[in-house]
């Protein structure tokens, strides 16, 4: 499994910026795409999540303000990330796996970076 993110850049606070992730290869089994984040000196952590049935599960911190979607004919998903806040800023990582709870593949991070 293959996943090539884009999306990041530089951006105002309040602004927005929608990331995409295309996913290729052995895919048929990865219920579940999605996005984390990682800021400096700090773990990584969910962000939103989205199941192939279109279940979503997004983190507090973005509940409001990001909403994931999945178009599975393509094997994309999107975040779009509105209000974003400068503790929003980090590395964002793509990530496809079979169950909830297994590691799965991860794609190249892209960065986001909210400016005050």
């Known amino acids: 499994v293959q996943l090539q993110a884009s999306g990041g850049g530089l951006v105002q606070a309040g602004g927005s910026l929608r990331l995409s992730c295309v996913a290729s290869g052995s895919i048929e089994s990865m219920n579940y795409m999605g996005w984390y984040r990682q800021a400096p000196g700090k773990q990584r952590e969910l962000v939103a999540r989205?199941?192939?049935?279109?279940?979503?599960n997004h983190a507090d911190s973005v509940k409001g303000r990001f909403t994931i979607s999945r178009d599975n004919a393509k094997n994309t998903v999107y975040p779009q990330m509105n209000t974003l806040k400068p503790e929003d800023s980090a590395v964002y990582y793509c990530?496809?796996?079979?169950?909830?709870?297994?590691?799965?593949?991860w794609g190249q991070g892209t960065e986001v970076t909210v400016s005050s």
């Open positions: 990530n496809a796996r079979q169950t909830s709870s297994s590691e799965g593949y």
């Open positions: 989205i199941n192939r049935a279109g279940s979503t």
